[in-house]
């Protein structure tokens, strides 16, 4: 059974920084695509940054200078360092893992960050 546990949100204030986690199991992590998704009220789930199991990353415009994506796959961890966050990046974020074979992936429950003042 598939299993993606995402942890790290909060309340900060503006200019602040998070680091959010997403632990997985029931799945060869290693040779999956990982990647971090947002949603905010009254909007659609839009990417932040995907981390394929090879190849470059890619992030969202409004992250490519203020976070960064990372993966252990020893730990089966994925992690989103954010920096410089502002009120905009209040979201509920989600992690979500993509197979190799281009079947559906699966997605965490996700963690809320409320940037605030």
């Known amino acids: 059974q598939v299993q993606l546990v995402e942890s790290g949100g909060g309340l900060v204030q503006p200019g602040e920084s998070l680091r959010l986690s997403c632990v997985g199991s029931?799945?060869?992590?290693?040779?999956?695509?990982m990647g971090w998704y947002r949603q905010a009220p009254g909007k659609q789930r839009e990417l932040v940054a995907v981390?394929?199991?090879?190849?470059?990353?890619k992030y969202a415009d409004f992250a490519k200078s203020r976070f960064i994506i990372s993966r252990d796959n020893v730990k089966r961890t994925l992690y989103l360092n954010m920096t410089a966050l502002q009120p905009e990046d209040t979201a509920v974020y989600y992690c979500?893992?993509?197979?190799?074979?281009?079947?559906?992936?699966?997605w965490g429950q996700g963690t809320q960050v409320t940037v605030s003042s």
């Open positions: 979500k893992a993509d197979p190799p074979n281009l079947k559906p992936g699966y």
């Open positions: 029931g799945f060869l992590f290693g040779i999956y695509g």
């Open positions: 981390m394929p199991e090879s190849g470059p990353v």
